[in-house]
């Protein structure tokens, strides 16, 4: 789903769980790479494992999710956005209708 800048405990994003998983939610910690919240505001030295700040979604549904990456990756020292990308692998099942 992508920015929603909602907090995992608001509303909104209660609504979505109702009908999708949360990758974040389901991968498990050992498959969780990179800081635990998705927003940085730019600050180069804030601290990144605030939970609370994680505003940006992976949802997903008939699909299982092998991890769950957040990256704070700089470029030239700076970050390229204010928010940092995230990314999941999966493993989709095809199926064949007959």
């Known amino acids: 789903v ?3 800048n909602a907090a995992p405990d608001s509303p909104a994003t209660n ?6 998983k949360d990758v974040y939610l389901e991968v ?13 505001g730019f ?4 601290n990144l494992d605030n939970p609370k700040r ?6 997903y549904r008939n699909a299982m999710p092998v ?4 990256s ?3 470029y030239d020292g700076l970050y390229p956005s204010d928010h940092f990308p995230i990314y ?3 493993i989709v099942k095809a199926t064949v209708e007959k």
């Open 2 to 4: 992508g920015d929603m």
């Open 15 to 20: 609504v979505y769980r109702q009908h999708w």
């Open 28 to 40: 498990g910690a050992a498959n969780i790479t990179g800081p635990l919240q998705t927003y940085n």
């Open 43 to 46: 600050n180069l030295t804030a």
């Open 54 to 59: 994680r505003i940006d979604y992976i949802y």
């Open 67 to 70: 991890n769950y990456v957040c």
């Open 72 to 74: 704070d990756k700089k």
């Open 88 to 90: 999941s692998d999966m």
